[in-house]
């Protein structure tokens, strides 16, 4: 009886398979000539470019030193890494071939020009909401960019999950697609927000979680997730910043990678913002929007009142550790970190982020406190002209955690961080073998 059972559910299994693989069949579509430059407008081309930067595609798709859009960057995934794919207009290792139909169908559908599958680390889950006019446009755009002959490492994947086909599975599972709905009982700045964020920007790949198939849990939309060892905090109302994420602070911060009241970017963030939303291609009144649909979902202006407060408060304590004698912890803190951080005006500087107000603090975890601590912040991580010296070779892994739980009970009111000391060893080994 047992065998007869095993038996049927290997074929009842193998029929599930192949009824999968049947479905995921697409067909191949015919290679064309590279499109001439003149064959696209000028205006098209100008509208690409500002997509283009606005959804920060040259940083999943360039590596590091490499030519622009030239494919070879990893993004690291649960599964392994997926590299971005060169998308100049090259006819042997690019999209030079691609006809706009193949193009449309791969932003739209998740589907390459020889019919395979593309894996979600490619949002075509996003871009399925894109106009059609601005899917030509990006076309124009990329087809329109020197052509480099670079092919990119093979994805890291194992078996199962490196099989293409099996995407249709997941496409069932999760994928729908459809254009951009605008809600009508919003002003039309709050809808270009929406659409530039949801469809062409996916802010929720990052700060949103996932479940363990790589989906976004979409009834936990822009509650925050953990991204290649940093949290990205929640977008929402549950976001823990002391202050909230005002339109002028928002805009301030997408467009330079700074804000005086929330501090520094960092991470992955960083070429968000600094090979997308900050380059000229992308006007103010994108960013404006951006910033008015993400303030209005944390409801920041109704929590508007409580900025003065917080802010004068955080102000009289920061300089707290120079007056606290006979306590080591602030007097390592003093030693360290009060001479970059210390404001003594009516409102915090830029420059010097005030981190009684930085949401590294009033996180659940101490987890982007200790990855700033330990690795500092380069001029080529955080906004121009601000930079952090790295402590990895100069605090303990006791030092680091004795930093973390003095600034987490004097400048915050959340509970203690639990077994830091463990979490700064962790990191820090983390940080070691990525080098």
């Not at 929402?236 to 520094?264: I, K």
């Not at 360290?336 to 010097?352: E, K, Q, T, W």
């Amino acid at each position: 009886m047992i065998r007869r059972i095993a038996i049927a559910i290997l074929a009842v299994a193998l029929l599930g398979m192949a009824g999968l693989l049947l479905l995921s069949r697409r067909p191949v579509i015919g290679p064309i000539g590279r499109p001439v430059p003149e064959s696209f407008s000028a205006g098209s081309i100008a509208q690409g470019e500002t997509l283009a930067a606005a959804g920060h595609c040259a940083s999943c798709h360039t590596r590091p030193g490499g030519q622009p859009f030239a494919g070879g960057y990893g993004v690291n995934t649960p599964f392994g890494i997926i590299y971005g794919t060169n998308i100049t207009p090259d006819a042997k290792t690019g999209i030079g071939t691609w006809s706009l139909e193949a193009f449309e169908r791969a932003m739209r559908e998740g589907v390459a020009r020889d019919g395979s599958h593309l894996f979600p680390a490619f949002p075509y889950y996003a871009y399925t909401k894109l106009s059609d006019d601005d899917v030509k446009a990006l076309y124009a755009y990329l087809m329109t960019r020197t052509a480099a002959t670079a092919a990119v490492p093979a994805n890291t994947l194992p078996f199962p999950f490196k099989i293409r086909a099996l995407q249709e599975g997941w496409k069932i599972l999760f994928f729908e697609g459809g254009r951009f709905q605008a809600n009508p009982s919003k002003s039309d700045e709050w809808n270009r927000g929406a659409y530039l964020a949801e469809a062409l920007s996916d802010c929720s790949a990052c700060h949103t979680p996932r479940n363990a198939l790589g989906a976004e849990k979409t009834g936990h939309a822009y509650a925050g997730a953990v991204i290649d060892g940093w949290i990205a905090p929640a977008l929402n109302d549950a976001n823990p910043s002391p202050v909230p994420w005002t339109q002028e602070e928002l805009f301030s911060y997408l467009r330079t990678g700074g804000s005086r009241l929330h501090g520094t970017t960092g991470a992955t963030m960083t070429p968000v913002i600094r090979e997308g939303l900050a380059l000229p291609a992308v006007p103010d009144s994108d960013v404006h929007a951006i910033a008015v649909y993400f303030s209005d979902m944390d409801h920041a202006g109704t929590r508007a009142c409580s900025i003065e407060v917080a802010t004068r408060e955080a102000l009289a304590n920061s300089s707290l550790a120079s007056v606290q004698e006979y306590d080591a912890d602030a007097e390592l803190y003093a030693a360290a970190c009060i001479a970059c951080h210390y404001n003594s005006g009516m409102v915090p500087l830029a420059a010097r982020p005030e981190l009684a107000l930085n949401s590294a603090l009033s996180l659940p975890e101490p987890t982007n406190f200790l990855q700033v601590v330990l690795n500092g912040v380069s001029a080529r991580e955080g906004a121009p002209g601000l930079v952090m010296p790295a402590y990895a070779s100069s605090l303990s892994d006791g030092d680091i955690a004795r930093l973390a739980a003095y600034l987490r009970r004097t400048r915050t009111k959340c509970p203690p961080w639990s077994d830091v000391e463990n979490k700064v060893s962790a990191i820090r080994r983390q940080s070691t073998a990525s080098q």
